[in-house]
Nanobody, 119 residues
Framework: QVQLQESGPGLVKPSQTLSLTCTVSGASITADTDAWTWIRQAPGKGLEWMGVINYDGSTYYSPALKIRSSISRDTSNNTFSLQLTSVTPEDTAVYYC???????????WGQGTQVTVSS
């Protein structure tokens, strides 16, 4: 059973950096069967794919967020992280870390963590 758990601050001020970490258990983030994804959902809006880090550490980001986004990993701790810089209130959302089991199959989700951008 794969479990993912997001952690990080729930409140970020405008212009600051949003930083979240996803702790993975039950699967290795270096296994070539999986990729590791960040997805968010703003109030009243649909799910927004943010980016992914593959088993080999390569990354890909949504074009809308590429300039501000960075996904990294710590293989020793089996975690991966998201940094989103220069946040605005429009970045307020529930943020999820997700396992992609291949071909865009989003098979396991964290419970999500609410992040509010407000002064």
């Amino acid at each position: 059973q794969v479990q993912l758990q997001e952690s990080g601050p729930g409140l970020v001020k405008p212009s600051q950096t949003l930083s979240l970490t996803c702790t993975v258990s039950g699967a290795s983030i270096t296994a070539d069967t999986d990729a590791w994804t960040w997805i968010r959902q703003a109030p009243g809006k649909g799910l927004e794919w943010m980016g992914v880090i593959n088993y080999d550490g390569s990354t890909y980001y949504s074009p809308a967020l590429k300039i501000r986004s960075s996904i990294s990993r710590d293989t020793s701790n089996n975690t991966f992280s998201l940094q989103l810089t220069s946040v605005t209130p429009e970045d307020t959302a529930v943020y999820y870390c997700v396992r992609d089991g291949g071909w865009g199959s989003l098979e396991d989700w964290g419970q999500g963590t609410q992040v509010t951008v407000s002064s």
